[in-house]
């Protein structure tokens, strides 16, 4: 999302329906393969509008630039040891989730 521009209504769905959550909660979208983690320094609700609409452009800049990323096992070893505090959204199949703090 440009900062000249007004959110989508996307986009304040998803705000709005992203909360904080814990690992073990987590662990059952880690299994199924549906885990994507986002980096700190980009905007976990601006990830998940461009998952749910299809922007396969934007997706794909980010995993290639190491940006988002399905959870690997040591990921989830490192989240489960640790249980950082940790914000979620949903956009089916997947669950975005990215550590702060």
Do not use: H
Not at 6 to 21: N, R
Not at 81 to 100: D, F, H, I, M, T
């Amino acid at each position: 999302m440009k900062d000249a521009e007004s959110p989508s209504p996307l986009y304040l769905k998803l705000l709005a329906e992203t909360a904080q959550i814990e690992w073990s909660e987590l662990q059952r979208f880690f299994a199924r393969g549906v885990l994507l983690k986002v980096a700190r320094d980009i905007d976990l609700v601006s990830v998940a509008e461009a998952v749910a609409s299809d922007n396969t452009k934007q997706v794909t800049e980010w995993l290639s630039a190491g940006l988002v990323e399905r959870t690997t096992p040591e990921t989830a070893t490192d989240l489960a040891a640790r249980n950082p505090e940790l914000w979620a959204v949903v956009v089916s199949p997947w669950v975005c989730v990215q550590e702060r703090g």
